[in-house]
């Protein structure tokens, strides 16, 4: 079953625009991993915030963690047409190892 | 950096017949994989955790005879999707954890398959 839910669906910017990304979960985690996925392909892991750990950054990317509100967030800065691409939260558990995917947001970046 | 492949990528089979998709962790060790599936604009779906050495774990809801798992080493496991049906295509995706560093899945880059 999904873990929860990410907003908006959908996401349609111009280039240079920052781009948010919401992702809420249900059950109390270990991490909460982001990943891109393009068209019909793989996953891309792009960053990994631990539930100690309230904000973490990569490039471009600014991740946040409330875990009082069981949200997440992830924002890309100056967005590229190559940020094109399918947008996935995953919270996982350390005893498992298991990832719980969102509903993904899809992020159309308009040269 | 660490690489998981699949193999076949892609696969189209008539309704009946089983498959297999292969997944290979390539420059690390893992004795645990997942596999998912996913639906065509839809998220990812665990179907199961599979074991290096011992029995596949599987979600809710996912039958254990449709969906053979096998995880016989360190770097390999197998998702043998038995007498598909058209319903059963779908997109496979498998990722893997490295032994030593386990927080993170490098997933491969997914199987398509088209059961006609």
């Known amino acids: 079953s999904q873990q929860g839910e990410e907003d908006p669906q959908a996401l349609s910017i111009q280039e240079g625009e920052n781009a948010t990304m919401n992702c809420s979960y249900k059950t109390s985690i270990n991490n909460l991993q982001w990943y891109r996925q393009n068209s019909g392909r793989g996953l891309v892991h792009l960053i990994l915030?631990?539930?100690?750990?309230r904000e973490k950054h990569s490039g471009r990317l600014r991740v946040t963690l409330d875990t009082s509100k069981k949200s997440s967030s992830l924002l890309i800065t100056a967005s590229r047409a190559a940020d094109t691409a399918s947008y996935f939260c995953a919270t996982g558990s350390s005893n498992t190892g298991k990832l719980i995917f969102g509903q993904g947001t899809t992020l159309q970046v308009k040269p | 950096g660490a690489v998981v492949s699949q193999h076949p990528s892609r696969v189209i089979c008539k309704s009946g017949t089983s498959v297999k998709i292969e997944c290979r962790s390539l420059?690390?060790?893992?004795?645990?994989m997942f596999w998912y599936r996913q639906f065509p604009k839809q998220s990812l779906m665990l179907m199961a955790t599979?074991?290096?050495?011992?029995?596949?774990?599987?979600e809710q809801g996912v039958e254990k005879d449709k969906f053979l798992i096998n995880h016989a080493s360190l770097t390999l496991s197998t998702l043998t999707v038995t007498s598909a049906h058209p319903e059963d295509s779908s997109f496979y995706i498998c990722?893997?954890?490295?032994?030593?560093?386990?927080?993170?899945?490098?997933f491969g880059p997914g199987t398509r398959l088209l059961v006609l």
């Open positions: 599979s074991n290096e050495g011992s029995k596949a774990t599987y």
């Open positions: 915030i631990r539930s100690n750990e």
């Open positions: 420059d690390f060790q893992a004795t645990t």
């Open positions: 990722s893997a954890r490295d032994r030593f560093s386990g927080e993170t899945q490098y």
